[in-house]
């Protein structure tokens, strides 16, 4: 217990789960991490397929930009709506469920699950990416790094959410900071020189243009640059874990965050167009991201450029940990309606979902080995499940306002509506520009969880109704004892105290010795001067001895056959197997002497029936000292 | 079990135990290949050493080769001996132990562990090393394929010690036939040319000569060359597994392995010494082994060269198989005295050691990954555990006769004292001539191998002590019944179960709930109704419920605390905790109930005490259909 207390910490009392609760300083680092840490790569993503329209390509970023910020405030206005409708969390799932369907709801929490494990491997391998591209070393270890940085964050998660948010506020500040700083000098100097800025550092040259423009380009530069948004789900989910008020602390969390993202991508693209900054291959020598070329053409390569790289880095890599905060979350709203195993919806020591923590972390760990770390080829998948779980979530607020129709809703259902309709087009968007570098593989992903959801809940529902218990207990059945079964190996005081304790069960006691050798002579003789005579000189029958030959020296299936025999001989007869066991002082004692007695408590407890119970006698060295 | 049957064979009954005895004609095969192997690799360690002599170290061969071989006569006759006093097998370990005290007996099974766990690793990392340069492009893949080996060695092993001769004994006959058939064409080419053979094809340029002879060299030699004994110990330690008559069969044994290894050796050195071959450095390229040499030169290299040189590749990884043969049974020895675990004296469903088998596999199998399969630095520390072996089963020997002090016992003590003294002195020899290249590690792992024995036997003996029992059982206490005490989380079937079962052992139940939540108002009700109602209608005192509340969230520590503070509060008296437990029809619905029952009886079997026992109370789903 000490070295979970140590690596976790202690338990938390369920009524000091206030002092746990968060505001809006801890919830943007834990809830906006994800969403934040996408200024860095989504303009990149947008900018990188510019790249064959030359110079010619930036004068395009601003409009898109435009209009990416224009679906981040409908986005944001629907989602503010939803946490105010919704203040028990659980984000589109909840939404569309409670107001589309079961249906529905379970396509969007098997899109979101998908969204939250790709969140948490794409961060970790494009932080520990960065991290390598400057310390080329590093590259042979890329797959220990990527876990290594997951079980940190594991950990942290473990802890709770209230230290994980302290944690991880410093790099997300100072994250935000120096790009506010990069982008507020920089909007400086490009005024000061009158539009036409000098790059401190020459900017890399121009590739030629090898492309026209097309709306189908420029449709797919809108759909890349959309992995902006996602990580915007992210408040709706986690609601409760907000202090009181709960509602306006979430919402002020995600305005915080909207209103920095909306910011930096709006500064970082006017940048980008006043320089004339052209992304460079990220395939290729020579390949820098926009924000390295953007930074050192407004401060030149000193202290502070490090530090911003520095920062992009560290809040790339914990961005995953917005996934840890709402995976679990989700998984036990999820739970909490028997679509996944119950065990999502207990809080661990520390007043946090261990389990979804724990699967999140072996699930992502998975794709980060499968894929060595290289998540490249993850990208693609990686937008369709956010976005599709948006649309759910929207479309579930509209039917929600109409339901109520109270004063206002059509303003509402408007709002949201726009929202809906815009965040599905980009859905479909999405779907057709990635489908075929993998965005089908999240297509095959949702449909075997949603089976998954079903499977699950039917055995729960026949569980439910076959234990369903409308009888009162049955008294007059409980005159008749059980019959008693000791299975004896020799005389010794562990055999004396199972036949002792079986007696005492009831009067009914059979002693079973399996024999594979023959040494059972002593046994008899031990028995009748042990057993047999104390019984008799207390006017009592003594407890039969039944000796079974063994001819393949097997002792627990012997012993499993005679039981099922006995139950067969008294059909509706209680049976007792007492067992004696030996319990070890030390663990490495256990290799000392056999297990059987633990493998045929198991045994009966598979291939038994419900009249067969087993009763573990415990006998302990410790106390014999 | 299928898969157990298909892979290791049907069990085998105890009384068809003879069927599974073998003569010498299997015996040849299992006990024989690691002493004939060494034919391979004796006189080649031997030679290798006589290198910087040039030309002239080829004459010193045939005096070397004579003392070996004079030494293998003399250790063959001992255990010849050996064999007829100790019919039930055991080896040095078993002839130490009963003439010379415990504790020499310890060292020698000591001893003989290390070789057996090198024997296997060295026999087939030196048979892949063969096959390795034979076919270069095998290289990458040496760990893998000498896993491969040994798992195959294992099962067939595991199926049982008739099938394992009989596979084995093709190349076997294959190897010893092609090396005799090698060796009487040679001699009859020495002969027939007049003591100048030319060789088929020419031999390697004999080295300059670079070193004096001296007599530490020579005694090098002679230490290097007695790697060819290892292996003769073998049949004295599984007596048993021959048939009727025991000991003439493994004497014939003993005796066709010893005279095919002589006249082997004396082969190859009586050839090596007419042809004038010098080996070749195995570091260096253009190395050829010298069995390699001979038969070219012999036959030239024609399909018979191959044939051989196949056979030698299989004896040698297979010579593994006589440490398979004889660890487990020197460990069924060794735990019949108490000085390793018990279950090493179990016979598995193929009436072999099971226990010992596995674990030589895996203790080999880590030496062999542990060095990446290279083991020529294992070599150095292979021959002292079986001469040190030799020595004191000779020794014990000795004092055998002098206690009996029978007819002619004097000349039997003649033969083991020689041999004692003679292995004595090569102990000595090869501890000396080896310690700096690794003897050394041999010198710590023997004594820690004795303290293991050491504590295992003080352990036995001390559960020994406490549980003997001379105490009648106490039929008086058979009356007061036990306190029962059910954990149950909410009225359902299961729990109806487990409080019906509670009520027939014992008047006094107690239902315990413990109480993270708040949903025990429904429990209380649903209490009264199902249960409390029947009772009091039949007259009866009905069972308590408790209701613990529970502010970590724990369940199952709260339960152990309240059964153990119960169990404080009523000294001497029974406590039976019944955990109704649900049973699920296949195994992956284990992940959709939590396993609380198993932890809670892991946890009482733990951490309680005497008089506090468990029961479980299964119920099973399938049932219920």
């Known amino acids: 217990m000490n070295i979970l207390d140590l690596l976790v910490g202690k338990p938390i009392k369920t009524s000091d789960e206030r002092a746990e609760q968060i505001g809006p300083a801890q919830g943007v680092p834990i809830?906006?991490?994800?969403?934040?840490?996408?200024?860095?790569?989504g303009p990149e993503a947008a900018l990188s397929l510019l790249i064959p329209l030359g110079l010619l390509g930036v004068r395009y970023i601003v409009p898109i930009s435009a209009a990416i910020i224009t679906l981040?405030?409908?986005?944001?206005?629907?989602?503010?709506?939803?946490?105010?409708?919704?203040?028990?969390?659980?984000?589109?799932?909840?939404?569309?469920?409670?107001?589309?369907?079961?249906?529905?709801?379970?396509?969007?929490?098997?899109?979101?699950?998908?969204?939250?494990?790709?969140?948490?491997?794409?961060?970790?391998?494009?932080?520990?990416?960065?991290?390598?591209?400057?310390?080329?070393?590093?590259?042979?270890?890329?797959?220990?790094?990527?876990?290594?940085?997951?079980?940190?964050?594991?950990?942290?998660?473990?802890?709770?959410?209230?230290?994980?948010?302290?944690?991880?506020?410093?790099p997300t500040y100072l994250f935000v900071g120096t790009l506010l700083i990069t982008i507020v000098a920089g909007i400086l100097r490009v005024l000061l020189s009158g539009g036409h800025p000098q790059p401190v550092v020459p900017l890399?040259?121009?590739?030629?243009?090898?492309?026209?423009?097309?709306?189908?380009?420029?449709?797919?530069?809108?759909?890349?640059?959309?992995?902006?948004?996602?990580?915007?789900e992210a408040v709706s989910n986690g609601v409760?874990?907000?202090?009181?008020?709960?509602?306006?602390?979430?919402?002020?969390?995600?305005?915080?965050?909207?209103?920095?993202?909306?910011?930096?991508?709006?500064?970082?693209?006017?940048?980008?167009?006043?320089?004339?900054?052209?992304?460079?291959?990220?395939?290729?020598?020579?390949?820098?991201?926009?924000?390295?070329?953007?930074?050192a053409a407004v401060f030149g390569?000193?202290?502070?450029?490090?530090?911003?790289?520095?920062?992009?880095l560290i809040v790339l890599s914990l961005s995953a940990n917005t996934a840890f905060a709402d995976f679990p979350r989700l998984?036990?709203?999820?739970?909490?309606?028997?679509?996944?195993?119950?065990?999502?919806?207990?809080?661990?020591?520390?007043?946090?979902?261990?389990?979804?923590?724990?699967?999140?972390?072996?699930?992502?760990g998975s794709v980060l080995i499968l894929f060595r770390g290289v998540t490249d080829r993850l990208i693609p998948l990686y937008a369709v499940g956010a976005f599709l779980a948006f649309t759910l979530s929207q479309a579930g607020m509209v039917?929600?306002?109409?339901?109520?129709?109270?004063?206002?809703?059509?303003?509402?259902?408007?709002?949201?509506?726009?929202?809906?309709?815009?965040?599905?087009?980009?859905?479909?968007?999405?779907?057709?520009?990635?489908?075929?570098?993998?965005?089908?593989?999240?297509?095959?992903?949702?449909?075997?969880?949603?089976t998954l959801f079903v499977r699950v809940r039917q055995h729960y529902h026949r569980v439910k109704v076959l234990t369903t218990c409308k009888i009162p207990v049955d008294v007059a059945g409980l005159n008749q004892a059980p019959i008693a079964v000791v299975p004896i190996?020799?005389?010794?005081?562990?055999?004396?105290?199972?036949?002792?304790?079986?007696?005492?069960?009831?009067p009914e006691v059979v002693a079973l010795h399996v024999e594979p050798d023959e040494h059972s002579i002593l046994l008899r003789d031990e028995w009748q001067h042990y057993v047999e005579k104390s019984f008799r000189a207390a006017g009592k029958e003594p407890p039969q001895l039944q000796i079974v030959p063994s001819p393949y020296r097997f002792i627990v299936i012997p012993i499993l056959q005679f039981v099922l025999e006995l139950s067969k001989k008294n059909p509706g007869r209680n049976i007792v197997v007492v067992i004696p066991e030996l319990v070890e002082d030390k663990w490495y004692e256990y290799f000392l002497h056999n297990q059987r007695g633990r493998l045929l408590e198991w045994m009966i407890l598979v291939r038994g029936n419900e009249h067969i119970f087993t009763v573990s006698a415990p006998w302990h060295i410790r106390e014999q000292k």
Chains 1, 2 share one sequence.
């Open 31 to 41: 809830f906006g991490l994800d969403a934040l840490s996408s200024a860095a790569y």
């Open 72 to 170: 981040l405030v409908i986005v944001y206005f629907s989602y503010r709506q939803t946490i105010a409708a919704y203040p028990s969390g659980g984000g589109s799932y909840t939404v569309a469920r409670f107001n589309i369907g079961a249906r529905a709801g379970l396509l969007a929490a098997a899109a979101l699950l998908a969204d939250y494990i790709l969140t948490a491997a794409v961060g970790i391998s494009a932080g520990v990416g960065a991290l390598v591209s400057a310390v080329p070393s590093l590259l042979p270890h890329t797959v220990s790094l990527c876990v290594g940085i997951l079980v940190i964050i594991t950990i942290l998660n473990l802890r709770g959410v209230r230290e994980a948010g302290t944690v991880f506020a410093i």
């Open 204 to 232: 890399p040259p121009p590739p030629p243009m090898t492309e026209a423009v097309s709306y189908w380009l420029l449709l797919k530069v809108f759909a890349s640059g959309c992995t902006a948004l996602t990580g915007v």
């Open 240 to 295: 409760k874990a907000f202090r009181e008020p709960t509602v306006k602390n979430a919402q002020r969390t995600l305005t915080i965050i909207i209103f920095l993202l909306a910011v930096l991508l709006a500064g970082i693209s006017y940048l980008v167009k006043s320089y004339g900054i052209v992304a460079t291959d990220p395939g290729k020598p020579g390949y820098q991201s926009i924000l390295s070329i953007l930074t």
């Open 301 to 312: 390569k000193g202290f502070f450029y490090y530090l911003s790289m520095g920062a992009i």
């Open 331 to 364: 998984c036990r709203a999820i739970a909490r309606n028997n679509y996944l195993p119950h065990t999502f919806a207990y809080r661990g020591r520390r007043l946090v979902y261990t389990y979804g923590i724990v699967v999140l972390a072996l699930l992502s």
């Open 399 to 450: 039917m929600h306002w109409w339901k109520k129709r109270g004063p206002h809703w059509l303003k509402s259902a408007f709002v949201n509506g726009l929202g809906a309709l815009v965040t599905g087009i980009t859905t479909a968007v999405v779907l057709l520009a990635k489908f075929v570098e993998g965005a089908w593989i999240t297509l095959l992903f949702i449909p075997s969880v949603i």
């Open 489 to 506: 190996d020799r005389w010794n005081s562990i055999t004396r105290q199972g036949v002792e304790f079986a007696a005492r069960l009831s």
